[in-house]
């Protein structure tokens, strides 16, 4: 078999080599089975040391602790880091969401404050955008924020909140205007998640674990110099780290060897006895070529934005085939393993990296805008389609029910 | 791997671009497929002038001295604007043909009329089914007296009812062999097939004892190997250009087509069958521009990213065309509209150098499995 060698993508050679030794040298491993309390610590150790190496924020500026380099080099990193299994997980919304959002829309102080801590592994950060009735329709959220002297005070309810067991500090976005339209009434704030006022109760996904939350805030005390980009501008403000979430999630160098990867997948063609079978080969060789076409996709538009034509809207395309992606290799995995997909001796661990990688993949058609959401966006912004027409768009937040629905009524 | 074109690669483009859509609009392209040659020579002798028939021919040979990367634009350009042209057959398989074979005299006789358009070769090797037999198929080629004759059927051949010099891939006593046959050559019998495509010809060829000159090749099927990766490149670009013009036409209908009192693109199904086709499209160009970058730069690479062209870009650009025909309606379904031509070119494509599920097993193959 024919692999390309990804290391021609980069005009970074050296660069990739000093990675690559790096990582050999300093990549904890596995930490699965240790308790979460020392798994958070060694993570945090792993992305000090990251930071101290240089490779923490490789493209932020280097004014607020970040490296000033530039998409190749961000590149030659990710590439070199999907060969490891890296502990990155805590820091994810912090790094790829948050932190590039106060980059863009932060103040001085703000920048100051938070991008160093951040890239160091010190604070962790959450983002608080959905709520129980606002979903995919963000800007239909109730969390309110009211204006009290120097101070805002929160209420309300977000859920679904990846990290916020562990967040220092998260990105909340609330209704400061409910007088003016869904979008227009809005404002983002960094909170405090210790303040006063905050609780975090875990939710069990469907793989029976707790990677996310509800919160609820009850009269949560946010300084006014906490406001992330404009007073009224928090729509604008999510649509900065949207943005910066999508190409975050698209981007992802999933570890090469996820049990839903072609190469893992045909591994256990071959020690199934399968492989020779017409059909399996058949859909193996399809699988392959569209997780090689998205992997190509990637680089291509990793390649064009380091040449100054930023991905945009196309960072929808990367994550809805990602999403899809992981379907067809549900379906090969089914193919592949029969029943022992479904049943499997305890001593076999990778029946439950299997169980757990099928289980987990519908989170990626949700988390971060749903696949139909993702279309509606290519149609909308990248093919000029026309909208759908709104019900609620000019009319005051005030008079909507659930969000969407103007109450009886009113006007 | 470089993925995203420089500017003479995007200024070649926007050159070709530009004069198909002079010379070769989609009322010039109907109204040649009903006559002879079933293309216009005018835009063939235009694409010549443009110096886009010999871009992978070296300098020496009258070529361009470009590369796969620089075709496989002008193969888009041709995808999308649906010219029929025998560029497939001529600038591609004959082309790489002569390059693959080690046969000094034929390069030089031919490769610079090939480049100039004068004349228009192909390469005959499918025989039942279409698949492409490395053997050499039931065609048979016997010697007497240092003069080689061939007979049997290939078909269906690219511009082989016009093609004025036919490469051909025999049985020789020996194991396969390359032959050029002339396409005036006594004995030879070509018969124009009825396509699925109008704007593409394909001819049976019979050799009955057909005079052909044997041409030097030290693995005439490893040189079919690479003739054949380096098409399904070609083609696949082609296919890229197709989409993409399906799309833009599609997207545009759907702005402004109005029922129940909103334009139909404000509809998620037909939406979301855009978004669809936009996110293959953007697959199918990286995977393209992976495989030409390839054939330029990484041989060893290019068995692989041509099947995984092939795999990926035929059935894709199927889908664009059917998405194109069903979001026109009623009028997408009329002969007066362009829809059935891409729906046509794209499944013939689909099939033209071996079935899908023929790449994919291919494909399995060549990954190791
Ligand atoms: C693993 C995971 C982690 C998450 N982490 C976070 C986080 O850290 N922070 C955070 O703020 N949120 C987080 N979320 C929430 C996530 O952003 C939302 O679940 C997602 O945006 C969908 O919203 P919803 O769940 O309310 O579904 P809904 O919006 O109610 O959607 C339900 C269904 O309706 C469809 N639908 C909705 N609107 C439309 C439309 N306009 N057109 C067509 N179909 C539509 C959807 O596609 C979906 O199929 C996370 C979710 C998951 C699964």
């Given amino acids: 078999m024919t692999v390309v060698d990804e290391t021609q993508e980069t005009p970074t050679p050296e660069y990739r080599r000093a990675v690559r030794a790096w990582l050999a040298a300093h990549a904890p491993g596995s930490l699965a089975g240790l308790p979460a309390d020392e798994q958070l610590r060694r993570s945090r150790e792993f992305q000090a040391a990251l930071y101290d190496a240089g490779y923490a924020g490789i493209t932020w500026p280097e004014s607020v602790g970040g490296q000033g380099l530039g998409q190749a080099e961000q590149q030659a990193f990710s590439d070199e880091a999907a060969e490891h299994e890296l502990p990155l997980y805590p820091f994810m919304i912090g790094m790829g969401m948050c932190g590039p959002t106060v980059v863009d829309l932060g103040t001085d102080a703000q920048r100051d404050r938070y991008l160093r801590p951040l890239l160091r592994g010190e604070e962790i950060w959450c983002q608080l955008f959905s709520e129980p009735g606002a979903g995919s329709d963000v800007a239909s959220l109730q969390s309110r924020a009211v204006l009290d002297g120097d101070r805002w005070i929160l209420n309300g309810q977000k859920v679904w909140t990846t990290n916020a067991q562990f967040a220092d500090f998260g990105a909340v976005l609330a209704r400061t205007d409910p007088d003016r339209p869904k979008h227009a009434g809005l404002t983002m704030f960094i909170v405090d998640m210790h303040a006063p006022g905050v609780t975090v109760r875990p939710l069990k996904d469907m793989t029976g674990r707790s990677p996310f939350n509800e919160v609820y805030f009850d009269d949560v005390e946010i300084p006014v110099e906490n406001v992330l980009g ?50 399996v080969r058949d859909r193996l060789a399809e699988l392959y070529a569209h997780e090689r076409a998205l992997a190509l996709l990637n680089s291509r538009i990793r390649q064009e934005t380091a040449a100054g034509r930023p991905p945009g809207a196309r960072g929808s395309v990367l994550k809805l085939a990602g999403a899809l992606q992981l379907r067809r290799a549900i379906e090969v995995a089914g193919l592949v393993s029969g029943a022992d997909a479904i ?58 029910a659930v969000g969407t629905q103007r109450r009886e009524g009113t006007r | 791997m470089t993925l995203v074109p420089d500017s003479e690669v995007e200024e070649l483009r926007a050159a070709v671009r530009r004069f198909l859509g002079d010379k070769a609009p989609s009322e010039r392209v109907r109204a040649v497929l009903d006559g002879d040659p079933g293309h216009d020579p005018a835009v063939w002798s235009g694409l010549a002038a443009q110096g886009v028939l010999g871009l992978v021919v070296p300098e020496e040979l009258g070529g361009g001295g470009a590369g796969h990367v620089e075709r496989a634009v002008v193969a888009e350009e041709l995808g999308r604007a649906l010219t029929p042209a025998p560029f497939l057959a001529s600038a591609v398989l004959a082309t790489d043909a002569l390059l693959a074979l080690d046969d000094e005299p034929a390069r030089a006789e031919f490769l610079p009329r090939l480049a100039t358009g004068e004349l228009v070769g192909t390469v005959a090797v499918a025989e039942c089914g279409g698949e492409w037999d490395r053997t050499g198929g039931r065609t048979t080629a016997t010697a007497a007296d240092g003069r080689w004759e061939l007979t049997g059927v290939k078909t269906p051949v690219l511009a082989g009812d016009t093609a004025g010099l036919v490469l051909v891939l025999a049985r020789t006593a020996d194991g396969p062999g390359w032959f050029a046959v002339d396409g005036a050559a006594p004995g030879l019998t070509r018969e124009r ?141 009329t002969w007066e509209h362009d829809a059935h031509l891409f729906y046509k070119r794209a499944k013939s494509a689909e099939q033209l150098l071996g079935s899908p599920a023929g790449h994919r097993a291919r494909l399995a193959e060549r990954l190791g499995l």
């Fill in chain 1, 343 to 400: 049943a499997w001796d305890p001593s076999d661990t990778s029946g439950d990296e299997l169980a757990l990688a099928i289980n987990a993949a519908p989170s990626s058609s949700i988390a971060g805008g749903t696949n139909e959401v993702q279309r509606n966006i290519i149609g909308e912004r990248i093919l000029g389609l026309p909208k759908e027409p709104q019900v609620d768009r000019d009319v005051p937040f005030r008079e909507l």
């Fill in chain 1, 230 to 279: 404009e007073i009224g501008g928090g729509w604008h403000a999510a649509v900065t780290m949207l943005g910066h979430e999508r190409v975050s999630i698209g981007s992802a160098r999933r570890p090469r060897r996820s049990p839903l990867e072609f190469t893992s997948l045909a591994e256990r063609a071959r020690a199934a006895g399968v492989d020779t079978d017409p059909v």
């Fill in chain 2, 193 to 333: 097939l009825s396509t699925l495509d109008p704007t593409r010809r394909l001819a049976a060829l019979r050799f009955d004892a057909t005079p052909a000159r044997h041409l030097a090749s030290a693995d005439p099927a490893a040189a079919l190997g690479t003739v054949a990766d380096l098409a399904a490149v070609a083609l696949a670009a082609e296919q890229t250009g197709l989409m993409q013009r399906a799309l833009e036409l599609t997207v545009e209908y759907a702005t402004l087509r109005v029922q129940f009192g909103r334009p139909i693109g404000s509809y998620q199904a037909v939406k979301h069958g855009c978004a669809d086709v936009y996110s293959a499209w953007e697959h199918a160009v990286s995977v393209v521009r992976h495989a030409a970058w390839a054939a330029d730069h990484d041989r060893a690479e290019l068995p692989v990213a041509a099947a995984l062209a092939q795999t990926y870009t035929g059935p894709a650009a199927f889908t664009a065309a059917t998405a194109m025909v069903q979001y026109h309606g009623g009028v997408g379904y």
